[in-house]
C-alpha cells in the first residue's frame, strides 16, 4: 500500500492501493475498506484514486459520499 501523504495534516486516512476498479483505503483507527465499481460506482471510485494521489480530501470525501456505503471491510 502506498502511504497517503495528506498535504493539509488532517488526519484519517493513512494508506491506499489501487485495483483497476477499486481502491483499498486503510485508516488511522487500523480498518480497511475496499471500495468498487460495482458496490459505489466507478465515477465515486476514479474520484476517490484522484484525491489519493493529490493527498487531500480523500477522508472528507468518504465521511460525506460512502460513510454508510455497504463496503467489505477487511483485516
Do not use: C, W
Not at 495534516?9 to 480497511?32: C, D, K, M, W
Not at 470525501?61 to 463496503?71: D, G, H, P, Q, R
Amino acid at each position: 500500500m502506498r502511504v497517503y501523504r495528506s498535504i493539509d495534516g488532517t488526519p484519517g486516512v493513512t494508506a491506499y492501493q489501487f485495483g483497476h476498479e477499486s481502491i483499498l483505503v486503510a485508516f488511522q483507527n487500523g480498518r480497511r475498506f475496499l471500495y468498487t465499481y460495482d458496490i459505489v460506482g466507478s465515477t465515486k471510485v476514479e474520484i476517490m484514486k484522484y484525491l489519493a494521489v493529490k493527498g487531500q480530501g480523500l477522508n472528507a470525501f468518504i465521511n460525506t459520499y460512502l460513510k454508510n456505503a455497504a463496503v467489505p471491510r477487511l483485516r
